[in-house]
T-cell receptor, first 117, second 113 residues
Framework: DTGVSQNPRHKITKRGQNVTFRCDPI?????LYWYRQTLGQGPEFLTY????????KSRLLSDRFSAERPKGSFSTLEIQRTEQGDSAMYLC???????????????FGQGTRLTVV | AQSVTQLGSHVSVSEGALVLLRCNYS??????LFWYVQYPNQGLQLLLK??????LVKGINGFEAEFKKSETSFHLTKPSAHMSDAAEYFC???????????FGAGTRLFVKA
């Protein structure tokens, strides 16, 4: 297993278009997270899944954003009617939750850089 | 609520000098604390983590961090900087159990020859 994989690595789109990103987590990991990182800032939490259930969504995740993890494996993040303010790096991470509070390490993918023009 | 403050958005050191990156946290419950490194156009790589065991945590690439509850700090250090250490460093806090992680704004480390 080569770690968390995100596709595409880069996406340029025109304002108003829809975009979809994919994240493939480490195969045995049951938790998957999406973060957004704008220039000069740390990653901001967007949402996370345990298996196929979406357990939490940030208020940053407007109605234009939707995330799915249909079979508890890969996940997609869709942005509808993109705006220039959506330009950012979108990071995916995964972790293995086995019921122990010591299980705290999330492994990050390389991210998808979105540019809205 | 949890939060992280990284003091200094940019730090510059000479090669071979001590690296000190500062992080203070706020958490209503015993925290789990992390330092991540990010190279340009890359994802985040975990340097080290504190999970309530030893307060002095050793990580990869010669980095270490000390958890000081009384100061609510988790500063990152490295005795001797190398050119390859130039990157962005993020301090982060989590409640543990694989819950969401809250990141600081980051500190960019420059290493001068």
């Amino acid at each position: 297993d080569t770690g968390v994989s995100q596709n595409p690595r880069h996406k340029i789109t025109k304002r108003g278009q829809n975009v979809t990103f994919r994240c493939d987590p480490i195969s045995e990991h049951n938790r998957l997270y999406w973060y957004r990182q704008t220039l000069g800032q740390g990653p901001e939490f967007l949402t996370y899944f345990q298996n196929e259930a979406q357990l939490e969504k940030s208020r940053l995740l407007s109605d234009r954003f939707s995330a799915e993890r249909p079979k508890g494996s890969f996940s997609t993040l869709e942005i509808q009617r993109t705006e220039q303010g959506d330009s950012a790096m979108y990071l995916c991470a995964s972790s293995l939750w086995k019921g122990s509070v010591r299980d705290t390490e999330a492994f990050f993918g390389q991210g998808t850089r979105l540019t809205v023009v | 609520a949890q939060s992280v403050t990284q003091l200094g958005s940019h730090v510059s050191v000479s090669e071979g000098a001590l690296v000190l990156l500062r992080c203070n946290y706020s958490s209503s419950v015993p925290p789990y604390l992390f330092w991540y490194v990010q190279y340009p156009n890359q994802g985040l790589q975990l340097l080290l983590k504190y999970t309530s065991a030893a307060t002095l945590v050793k990580g990869i690439n010669g980095f270490e961090a000390e958890f000081k509850k009384s100061e609510t700090s988790f500063h990152l250090t490295k005795p001797s900087a190398h050119m390859s250490d130039a990157a962005e460093y993020f301090c982060a806090v989590s409640m543990g159990g694989g819950f969401k992680t809250i990141f600081g704004a980051g500190t960019r480390l420059f290493v001068k020859a």
